[in-house]
């Protein structure tokens, strides 16, 4: 309600229009404005989904080692020449220790010509590696001298039993012929296979022999034939060639074992 003025107030406010002070003015209640509506409740965050790689990675498998097909490439050139080279590196260490070796295996009656065989093909492992051979290389077997003796005592027992027949039957002879350069070969592989790739007596023989008695046999008969027959060539001239033969076909056969078998981290020195 308007406040009545009276006196001197209400005649200076009719003189005088003023706006009246705000104790004095009449207000308005202020009405609520509309408002904005209220949003609808939203559901869960939004997750965009994980993309899916283009390439799909294979699952691990285990792994297999791969298979050989057929038979290795026999190169009687190649070992021949490759023997050589082995050989011609370390030529005079090389026919040193082949002459302690024979030394000693006569003097044991037989019983170091084996583990000295052995240390024999391990010298051309070295050579064959980067590594320069030592007479001392004769005489470490790792632990492998009994498996070394067997391996040359057997092949040893059938060479002379196979000889012995072939003495009063012919049939014998014709069978020794043809089992020797086999034997000589195998020898040469077995030796190895003991020293370098790290299996028993049995497996050796067994793994070897499945490779020589193939569809390849007469081609490793004249392998072994051609082996045995540039080693017995040195007994000419007073037998000092063989100080140059014996060694030349132990690393030949190394080289052989090499190209079929294969060798760790080999330093391939002949070409």
Known sequence: MPQHLEGEEATTWILDPQPAPDSL?????????????????????????????????PHPTKYQPPVIVGQPHISLGDW???????YKENWAVMSVASLVAALLSVATLGILGG??????????????????????????????????FLTALIFVVIHFAL??????????????????PLLSVMLG???PMISEGGLD??????????????????????????FTAIASGGVLGCGLGVLVTAPWMISSSAVAYRDVFGIDDPNRTNH
Do not use: C
């Open 25 to 57: 003015r009449q207000t308005t209640p202020v009405q609520p404005g509309p408002t904005s509506p209220t949003p609808p409740p939203t559901g869960a965050a939004y997750i965009p989904p994980t993309p899916t790689p283009y390439y799909q990675p």
């Open 80 to 86: 021949l020449s490759g023997g050589w080279q082995v």
């Open 115 to 148: 583990p000295l065989l052995m240390g024999l093909f391990a010298m051309s492992f070295k050579t064959m590696r980067g590594e320069r051979p030592e007479i001392g290389d004769l005489f470490r077997w790792h632990g492998r001298f009994v498996q070394a």
């Open 163 to 180: 000889g012995g027949l072939g003495n009063n039957n012919p049939f014998f002879s014709l069978v020794s012929l043809f089992a020797t």
């Open 189 to 191: 592989l077995t030796m």
């Open 201 to 226: 007596l049995a497996h050796a023989i067994n793994r070897v022999a499945k490779l020589i008695f193939s569809r390849d046999w007469f081609m490793w008969w004249v392998v072994g034939l051609v």
